[in-house]
């Protein structure tokens, strides 16, 4: 396996608009005749099927969810990143770049993040023309917020619901393909497997969710678009749905996956109430603009936060990070959370929770302010804990977020495979080891509306289309293999719910391979994966039949696979001895308790290589060489 | 505490439906309605029983996939709550709730509590949408929108299309839902130029599925998750009237043709 990022020449700034004029183009008499699927329907899955349709290309678009409309974008809260300087505060496109490779830790591609920079700016002008309703300010003009990590403000967001609008945005522009005909759309249709032909990938093996029914499906490429793999540890604040699968069966056909130990540990969230929690809720980052964190200074301070006087509470961010205080970068909220906890000093049920806390702000601008900024937030917050943040202080705790790593991609956002895509979350590219807050939507826009459209018509240009379809023996042995898969899954027949597995896999990842992690607590995790995964295939309950909705062997299939992938999270995470953004490995930390980087041994992207379940994946490094900046270490004090 | 649950039971849209009753105990007040259906479809699976069917995904009341009539009121009887934020300390330890799927011709049932609404689809893609290429837009800036108007827009957009208004309504209508479409691309300067086309296509596909008619109930506004007002559905009627009695009404078609 050959890595070529394939990062054009040139100086950073000019290296897009170069790689652009060079890019080969289908000529729009052809275009048609090409046929694309999209998996997801994400923002970046949405945006880019919206706009391969827009510029002539056959395209279908899948989606397990019922309707576009519901894929796990909508849920994002804060904001999006644009460097527009609206508020002529210093920001410019370099700003941006510089905060996102310094956020990151200085393991993501410069390349790639510049472009992402420059793109940033198009993103906001596109979804004011769909109508996409952001704040804004008296005199009509768009308002921003900041976001952590960063001192300046270019957050766009509309309440606290920015990801709803701007993927209703995207749904809205693929609804319109639809309804022209141009995007033929698959809902409640889980993409199961990629085929691979000669070396290419031609298209995808897919089951009906409904009736069951499996079935090919031919194309000229293939775009994943499915989103991370948080939900690996159970909980999390991806929707129930959110899994692997797709880019852990690509990764089966060969694509390279990179730096998949790169987990995000999402520092506000609202602490697990007890033992049936399903899932976790995020409270937004923008929370920290206005909210101070906090602890007791003592130890097992049982009293309500209110009868705390200021003189004993520790707001130790703001102590330890004088210059960003609340708001610095996730990885480092959520692990100084954590160790506050470890210590004895965590507020709420089992002590694992710290404060987060609006009586200044209230007092500084007045209740309505805040109202209006978080008003939904705070309400969303009292639904599910009964208690009101205008009055006592809202209690908050990491939990795992969105995932850094994914599919290797070039820089046209393609795999290993050719012919095969990654956009969005699913891929590696652009956060390196911590993603900063608004970024994430930037990243899958920038990926769906600006990138792919342009890059996939130099690959497809040298294609044949249409070369194979549904009938060749490929997609026959492919198809019979994920059949066999099911009704394997069906037979087991054991005593074990898919969940209770799934709950042991989440708890096991969340100890040994979450927000620290140690090379002793790796190894056990390994050899504890593939016992686990061993005991699923031996034991677990799926019920139902094949050829029907059946819930239960959608979440087996999933599990089955986050089970294989577990085990290369690990691994990842046991070879990199070093500690970057989320990646803290405990052997590795500064006196004062922060990431101690190796950038001479492990300043590159790893990309493994699957060689089969339970066999040792090869390791493939892409050196990450830094020209535009001067590689430091991170400070945010 | 301990709740008496008669769900919906229903293999597939053709087959006879009912309800069957379970009791679910060892349940805490702080879980939500579908950690509910979670332990009772444990129960059910670890007595080799078929679990429920049921739309999730978010469980954080954004996505729109949960929904279910709870004691005859669609997402249940708390005031803007959708069902996956529904949590049992709304309930009273032994209470005997009836779960049934959204009802409308419009959303046959798949199975289950699991719906199809895949007409509220069809009705965004004949025109609840801005034609903008990509590419093509002007500078963000370019364009000012009166602070009032783009909040009005997004108290419209806020909807999550779970389809609470139409099971809501006696007459299964989705005025709400297509009201607020509507208004949140009509309250924009950049949704004016398609502004009569728009609401004639989407009024016209919603009467194709089969959604009836609104008799101003109000129904809808207190079922909806969001809170989205009906004064939208007075808006769309406006616009609706301004189109139709237009001198040159809008033509059925579809605007965007690339």
């Known amino acids: 396996m050959e890595l070529d990022p394939k990062v054009p020449a ?27 699927i999209v998996v997801g329907s994400g923002l970046a899955g949405a945006s880019a099927a919206a706009s391969l349709a827009e510029l002539g290309y056959t395209v279908s678009c899948f989606c397990f969810q019922d309707s576009p409309r519901r894929a796990h974008s909508i849920a994002a809260q804060g904001g999006i990143n644009a460097a527009k300087n609206y508020q002529n505060d210093g920001d ?43 704040a804004r300010e008296y005199g009509g003009l768009l308002a921003n917020r900041s976001f952590g990590g960063v001192q300046v403000s270019r957050t766009f967001y509309a309440r606290g619901q920015t990801g709803q609008q701007l993927l209703l945005g995207a749904y809205q522009a693929l609804s319109r393909q639809i309804g022209l005909g141009k995007v033929r759309m698959y809902p409640r249709t889980e993409m199961l497997d990629v085929v691979v032909l000669e070396g290419r990938a031609r298209g995808i093996v897919a089951r009906d969710l409904v009736d069951g029914r499996v079935r090919s499906y031919a194309a000229d490429a293939v775009v994943l678009a499915t989103g991370g793999y948080s939900n690996i540890y159970y909980l999390s604040t991806n929707a129930k749905g959110c899994n692997v699968t ?17 987990t995000q540990i999402h520092p506000t969230c609202i602490p697990a109430s007890g033992e049936h929690q399903s899932k976790l809720t995020l409270m937004s980052e923008s929370l920290r603009n206005d909210g101070r964190i906090w602890v007791p200074k003592r130890k097992g301070d049982t009293r309500p936060p209110n009868d705390i006087p200021e003189a004993e509470r520790d707001y130790y961010l703001e102590r330890l990070y004088p210059s960003y205080g609340n708001l610095v970068p996730r990885d480092v909220a959520s692990r100084r959370a954590k160790e506050v906890c470890d210590e004895g000093r965590g507020v709420g049920p089992g002590g694992r929770g710290v404060y987060l806390d609006f009586r200044d702000a209230i007092r500084r601008l007045g209740r309505h302010v805040i109202a209006e900024r978080y008003g939904n937030l705070f309400e969303m917050y009292e639904r599910i804990t009964a208690e009101n943040p205008f009055e006592v202080p809202m209690r908050i705790y990491p939990a795992p977020h969105y995932t850094m790593g994914g599919l290797w991609v070039n820089y046209n956002l393609m795999t290993t495979v050719p012919g095969l895509y990654a956009i969005g979350e699913a891929n590696f ?24 459209p342009y890059t996939i018509g130099d690959d497809l240009a040298g294609v044949r289309p249409g070369a194979v379809d549904e009938t060749h023996a490929a997609f ?4 019979a293999e994920v059949r066999r898969r099911l009704e394997r899954l069906l037979a087991v027949n054991g005593r074990t719910s898919v969940d209770a597995f799934h709950r042991e896999l989440g708890r096991l990842l969340w100890d040994r391979c979450g927000m620290s992690r140690t090379a002793a607590g790796l190894e056990e995790a390994i050899a504890a994966i593939c016992a686990l995964r061993e005991r699923f295939w031996a034991d677990v309950y799926v019920g139902g039949r094949g050829e029907d909705l059946n819930q239960a062997l959608e979440h087996a299939g999933r599990v089955a696979d986050f089970l294989e992938f577990a085990e290369l999270m690990c691994r990842d995470a046991l070879h990199r001895e070093e500690s970057c953004g989320c990646h803290f490995r405990e052997e590795y930390q500064t006196p004062e308790g922060e990431p101690q980087r190796d950038d001479a041994r492990f300043g590159y992207v790893a990309a493994w290589e699957f060689r089969g379940v339970g066999e040792p994946p090869v390791l493939h490094r892409e050196p990450l060489a830094f020209e535009a900046v001067h590689l430091a270490r991170r400070s945010y004090v | 505490m301990k709740l008496v649950l008669h769900v919906w039971r229903q293999a597939g849209p053709a087959a006879r439906g009912g309800f069957v009753r379970y009791e679910v105990a060892d349940l805490t007040p702080d879980m939500s309605f579908l950690e509910l259906l979670d332990v009772l479809n444990q129960q059910l699976m670890a007595r080799r029983e078929e679990p429920v069917a049921f739309d999730h995904d978010c469980r954080e009341g954004i996505c729109g996939a949960c929904g279910m009539v709870i004691n005859g009121r669609p997402h249940g009887p708390r005031r803007a709550t959708t069902t996956c934020q529904l949590h049992l300390r709304h309930f009273r330890d032994g209470q005997e709730l009836w779960v049934e799927p959204w009802r409308a011709r419009a959303f046959p049932v798949v199975k289950d509590l699991v719906v199809d609404r895949s007409a ?15 590419g093509s837009a002007p500078e963000a800036n370019a364009v000012p929108v009166p602070k009032r108007d783009a909040e009005l827009a997004m108290d419209a957009a806020q909807c999550i299309g779970c389809g609470a208004c139409v099971a809501a309504c ?15 691309l009509g309250l924009l300067p950049q949704g004016q130029p398609e502004r009569a086309t ?52 809008p033509v059925r078609e579809f605007t965007g043709a690339a």
Not at chain 1, 246 to 262: E, K, M, S, V, Y
């Open chain 2, 120 to 134: 509220f689809d069809r009705i965004i893609q004949a025109g609840g949408f801005i034609t903008v290429r990509t």
């Open chain 1, 429 to 452: 590219s652009d956060h390196g080891a911590n993603r900063l807050g608004a970024s994430a939507l930037m990243q899958g826009l920038a990926d769906g509306y600006f990138i792919l």
């Open chain 1, 10 to 36: 040139g100086p950073l700034a000019e290296k897009w608009d170069r790689h652009r004029a060079e890019l080969r183009l289908v000529s729009p008499a052809n275009k048609l005749k090409y046929h694309v």
């Open chain 1, 476 to 479: 026959r042995d492919t198809e």
């Open chain 1, 246 to 262: 797709a880019i852990w069966r690509a990764h089966r056909r060969g694509a390279a996956f990179a730096n998949p130990c790169f």
């Open chain 2, 198 to 249: 728009r609401v004639v296509q989407m009024v016209a596909q919603m009467d194709a599925e089969g959604f009836g008619a609104c008799t101003n109930h109000g129904e809808c506004m207190a079922a909806c998750p969001k809170e989205i007002s009906i004064d939208f559905i007075a808006r769309l009627n406006r616009d609706y009237r301004a189109a139709v009695l237009a001198p040159q009404p």
């Open chain 2, 170 to 184: 006696p007459n299964a209508s989705a005025m709400l839902f297509v009201a607020a479409k509507v208004a949140h």
């Open chain 1, 92 to 134: 410019s496109v370099f700003r941006l770049f510089y905060d996102t490779i310094k956020g990151g830790d200085f393991r993501s591609r410069e390349a790639n993040v510049y472009r992402l920079a420059q793109i940033s700016a198009n993103i906001i002008d596109q979804c004011v023309a769909q109508g996409v309703p952001f």
